[in-house]
Every structure is written in structure tokens, then in C-alpha cells.
């Protein structure tokens, strides 16, 4: 009869009694690894290649950097108090460890605007509402409206008699009727629900609905058309209410770092890692020169594609998932204006555009409403969008959303002064997004890497179902504390111990 506990509670029994624990990777399951590990008395040590902790946690401000491959580092020059996430921004409300960690470590968070119907969407091409800006409330309330009238007629055709009673059919009609806004006769006709042409204000201006948009056009223009229609709040993940870190995303970084300090190497490049029969020997490099650390135990978070590179004496069967496996392409350009015109003259506020070109989605920021600058994310592109696009020479990018980006916001022209962009696959220690399993993939490489080669234990959102979000990285941490716990400890825990 015992209330279950809280996911978030991870009490394990025993000490590690300061056996050596050494983690490749200081991102955040590195950290978080590290931070839980500490907790039941081992020592570890974070060995960190980048001169900064956090890994794909990263805000890019004023003096940020960055290294692609094949190009020099960049430097972002943005306005002292801006920013913008060029990985993680968004917490989805049921992530309950990646909250739970926010709270622990005491990282104010605030409510992330991910649905906008204000927001637009922008299909280029030749359809009769191609090359225009369309609010996204005019496109979702026009094809519910059509869908639900096309459903309407059919039902009262005696199509679906086999299914339903004719009270059945009464409530559905009753139903689709208040759901796509049918008139009597079951038509679709424009409502304030898709906008106003002109607002409604004071005496005499009772506001003038728009005129909606015909449902041929919507399917000429591929307003349509799967990969672009698109409904946040269909999935699961982008459903409100959403959450962001106040002051970027990488403060949850930060707050991991002030607690680990003392175990992480930072510049600290792991080059070599070897099994032996007691331990593991771990090579890395610094700005000293090549160094060997020994420990009892090794947990690797490094990222597959990076990871494929570096010497190893692991069994073939994990060399062959660490080679298998893959990542998808992701890049975003941070555009930093000298008016957040979006918010004065277009009344977005946080959201996101979206488009069928390179630029694919343009996301506003919810921070600093009503401010005087803002970074918008001008691109955030995926596979072979942000393979093109991450092709392209940093310049060469930033006229890429400026150019597209126009398109949508001619007020770009007056108000840009900057941008930094970063394309995750061309990053050096990261070279890809996040994971992407196959049904083959997931089946036949992913259990290789969730059980320990000999004493190197595997962690990180890519040993999850949880991929491209950090509560995957917090979730793989605390299921390799359990498992390297146990061992130590001669338990049996099984992570989740508390679900
Ligand atoms: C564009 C983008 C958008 C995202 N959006 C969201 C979002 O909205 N919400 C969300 O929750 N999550 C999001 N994520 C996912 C989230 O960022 C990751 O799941 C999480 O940060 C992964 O953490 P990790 O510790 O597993 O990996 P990483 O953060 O990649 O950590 C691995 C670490 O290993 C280090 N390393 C690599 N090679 C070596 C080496 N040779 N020696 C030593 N160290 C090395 C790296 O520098 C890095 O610090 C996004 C990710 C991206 C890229």
C-alpha cells in the first residue's frame, strides 16, 4: 500500500568507498554522473575536451566560440544580455528529471512560448498563397474548418450509417460543427477564431474578420503537405505548458559545473581508452602535453561519431554499434536586430515560423518582451536542409537567412547587425545533432552499448528513448549510477528503481 516515490528521488543504499571513477565527457550526463557518484562516495574524475563544460547545453553570448571542422573558430560579438540557445531550448512539462534538476540546483526557470498562432507560415514556391506570410491561425482554423465540413457532408450522406446511431450522428454533426466553426448548412465560414483584417477598437470599429483562404490553395501551395503542415501540440514532446532556463539554457549547465568542479578537467581531450583486467586506462591530451589516468571504472559519454575515432580495445560487437549508429544534421544562426520588430509590428511573441525553404523554422524568443534588442533563431534546419546549409561558409549562411528571412520580415534590411551560427554536425566533439535509430539500428546495435565492455560503462542521450533532449542525458546517468553502483555495492538495482 506504499505511495510510489517521486521519479525524481534516487536514495541508493551503500558507499562506493572512493573507488575511482573516471567519465569521459562533461556534458550533462558526464555531470550529472559525476554529481550522483559523488553523492555515494566515489571519486571521479570528468575529463572535458572543450575548454567549457556542458557539451550541447550551450547558450551563445557575447564571446561564445566555437570550431567547426575545416574552418577557423568563431567568435560570437553579440550585445552584453543576449543570447540564444544554440542547442537545448525548450523543456517539455512532463521531462520531470530535467526539471527536478533545475530545482535541486536552484536554476530559475520560466515558461517557454512554443505554440503561436500569431507566428506565420511561409510556403515559397507557386501555389496561389505561396510567397506570403500567413498567420498560423488562419491556416489551422481554414483546414479544421474544411476538413470538418468535408466530414459534415459525408456523415450526412449516410456514409458512415454503418458506425453510428442517428443520435450518434446528431452529436458528431453537433461536434464537427463546433469544431472546424460550420454554419447552419455545415459551410465553412471565416470567423474571428482565424483573425481580423481590421481590429476591433473603440465606437464605431467593430473589427472586420478576415476572409479565409480557399482549401484548393492550401493544397496547391503545399500548405498541406506532411512535413510542413504542422500542429505542435500534436506531438507529444512540443505540447504547452513548456519551460526554459532563465538566462539561457546553459545555466542548468552551469549549475551542474558548481557542483562537480572539483572532479572535471577541462581541455582535456581523450585520445585512448583501454580495458585491462582491473580498471581502465584512459590517455588524453591537455595543453601540457599526453597524460594516463587510471581508475576502477570508466563511464563514456562521448558521442558516437566522435567517439568512432578515438583508440579503443573494445569487443567488436560495441565497435560495431559505436560505427552503426546515427546522428542526424542540425544547425541554427542566431541573428541578433536592433528592434524586436516581431513583437512591435508583427505581435509575435515567442513562437515559432514556419517555412518549406532551407530556413525551415524561425524561432522568437521568449525572453525580454518588449525589449529593445533580440536575437532571433533566423534557420533551425535538420538532415539534408542543414547539410546544405552547413555547407555554406559562415557569411554565406547569415545572407542565406537574410535573404529567406526577408521574405518573411522585410524589416530585417533595417534592423540586422549581427550573427553566429553553429551547425552541430561539422562541430568539432560533437559531429551530429542527436542520435536517430532505426527500427534495425535500435534492435540490433543499442543493447550492444546499454550493458558495460569489461569496465567501461557507455551513457548519454543517445542510450535512451529520450533522444534530442537533455532529460535523456539525465536519465542515461542516474541508469549508469545504478548499474555501476550495483556492481560495486553487490546489489541488484535496476534503473528505474522508483517508476
Ligand atoms: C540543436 C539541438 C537542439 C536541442 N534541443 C533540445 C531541447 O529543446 N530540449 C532538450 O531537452 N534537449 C534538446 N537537445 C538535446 C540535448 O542538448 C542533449 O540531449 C544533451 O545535452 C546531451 O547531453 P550528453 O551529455 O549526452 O552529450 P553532450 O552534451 O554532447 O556531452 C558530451 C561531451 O563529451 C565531450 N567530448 C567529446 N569528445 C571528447 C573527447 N575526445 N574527450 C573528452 N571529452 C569529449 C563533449 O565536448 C561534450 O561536452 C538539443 C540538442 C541540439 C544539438
Redesign the pocket.
Known amino acids: 500500500m506504499l505511495k510510489s516515490a517521486p521519479a525524481y528521488s534516487f536514495d541508493l543504499p551503500g558507499s562506493g568507498n572512493g573507488k575511482h571513477i573516471i567519465i569521459?565527457?562533461?556534458?550533462?550526463?558526464?555531470?550529472a554522473s559525476a554529481y550522483e557518484l559523488t553523492k555515494l562516495g566515489y571519486k571521479c574524475t570528468i575529463?572535458?575536451?572543450?575548454d567549457r563544460?556542458?557539451?550541447?547545453?550551450w547558450s551563445v553570448r557575447n564571446g561564445s566560440t566555437n570550431q567547426e571542422t575545416g574552418r577557423p573558430a568563431i567568435t560570437a560579438k553579440f550585445d552584453d544580455g543576449l543570447y540564444f540557445?544554440?542547442?537545448?531550448?525548450?523543456?517539455?512539462h512532463h521531462?520531470e528529471l530535467?526539471l527536478h534538476y533545475c530545482k535541486e540546483l536552484g536554476v530559475p526557470i520560466q515558461v517557454y512560448n512554443n505554440v503561436n498562432e500569431g507566428a506565420y507560415y511561409f510556403a515559397e514556391g507557386k501555389g496561389p498563397l505561396s510567397n506570403k506570410k500567413i498567420r498560423a491561425r488562419e491556416v489551422h482554423n481554414d483546414v479544421r474548418g474544411y476538413m470538418a465540413e468535408l466530414l459534415s457532408k459525408s456523415i450526412d450522406n449516410g456514409a458512415l450509417d454503418a458506425a453510428l446511431t442517428k443520435e450518434d450522428t446528431q452529436k458528431v454533426l453537433e461536434y464537427l460543427a463546433a469544431e472546424g466553426g460550420l454554419d447552419i448548412d455545415k459551410l465553412y465560414k471565416a470567423s474571428a477564431r482565424r483573425g481580423y483584417a481590421e481590429s476591433p477598437g473603440a465606437g464605431n470599429l467593430p473589427g472586420k474578420i478576415g476572409e479565409a483562404h480557399k482549401l484548393a490553395d492550401f493544397i496547391q501551395s503545399g500548405l498541406l503537405d506532411p512535413d510542413f503542415y504542422n500542429v505542435a501540440e500534436y506531438t507529444y514532446e512540443l505540447q504547452m505548458t513548456m519551460f526554459q532556463a532563465v538566462g539561457g539554457?546553459d545555466m542548468i549547465a552551469k549549475a551542474l559545473q558548481k557542483q562537480v568542479s572539483a572532479s572535471l578537467k577541462l581541455g582535456?581531450?581523450?585520445?585512448n581508452i583501454t580495458n585491462l583486467s582491473e580498471g581502465v586506462r584512459v590517455t588524453?591530451k591537455d595543453a601540457v602535453g599526453e597524460h594516463q589516468l587510471q581508475g576502477d571504472i570508466c563511464i563514456c559519454?562521448?558521442?558516437l561519431p566522435?567517439?568512432s575515432n578515438?583508440n579503443n580495445n573494445f569487443s567488436g560487437e560495441v565497435s560495431r554499434a559505436i560505427d552503426y549508429i546515427t546522428y542526424n544534421q542540425?544547425?541554427?544562426i542566431g541573428l541578433q536586430f536592433k528592434r524586436r520588430f516581431w513583437e512591435e509590428d508583427d505581435h509575435i511573441y515567442g513562437g515559432i515560423t514556419h517555412t518549406n525553404n532551407d530556413l525551415t523554422q524561425i524561432f522568437y524568443p521568449s525572453y525580454d518582451y518588449l525589449g529593445k534588442k533580440g536575437i532571433l533563431i533566423g534557420y533551425?534546419n535538420f538532415n539534408e536542409k542543414a547539410q546544405r546549409t552547413g555547407e555554406l561558409s559562415y557569411a554565406d549562411r547569415e545572407k542565406l537567412a537574410l535573404e529567406k528571412g526577408r521574405l518573411i520580415h522585410p524589416q530585417y534590411d533595417a534592423e540586422f547587425e549581427r550573427s553566429f551560427s553553429?551547425s552541430?554536425h561539422k562541430t568539432r566533439?560533437?559531429m551530429g545533432?542527436?542520435a536517430v535509430y532505426s527500427g534495425e539500428t535500435r534492435k540490433n546495435q543499442y543493447p550492444a552499448l546499454l550493458k558495460p565492455d569489461g569496465n567501461v560503462y557507455f551513457?548519454?542521450?543517445?542510450l535512451t528513448y529520450?533522444?534530442?533532449?537533455?532529460?535523456?542525458?539525465f536519465e542515461?546517468?542516474r541508469s549508469v549510477v545504478s548499474s555501476i553502483h550495483g556492481r560495486v555495492t553487490g546489489q541488484q538495482l535496476v534503473y528505474p528503481t522508483t517508476k
Not at 563544460?53 to 547545453?57: D, F, K, Q, V
Not at 540557445?85 to 517539455?92: E, F
Not at 551513457?459 to 543517445?462: I, L, T, V
Open positions: 569521459l565527457g562533461g556534458g550533462l550526463a558526464g555531470m575529463l572535458e575536451a572543450r563544460a556542458g557539451g550541447r547545453c540557445n544554440a542547442g537545448p531550448s525548450r523543456i517539455p521531462h530535467t539554457m582535456a581531450e581523450v585520445t588524453y559519454t562521448i558521442p566522435v567517439l578515438i542540425t544547425g541554427k533551425y553553429v552541430w566533439y560533437n545533432g542527436w551513457a548519454g542521450e543517445h529520450l533522444n534530442a533532449w537533455m532529460a535523456g542525458a542515461s546517468a
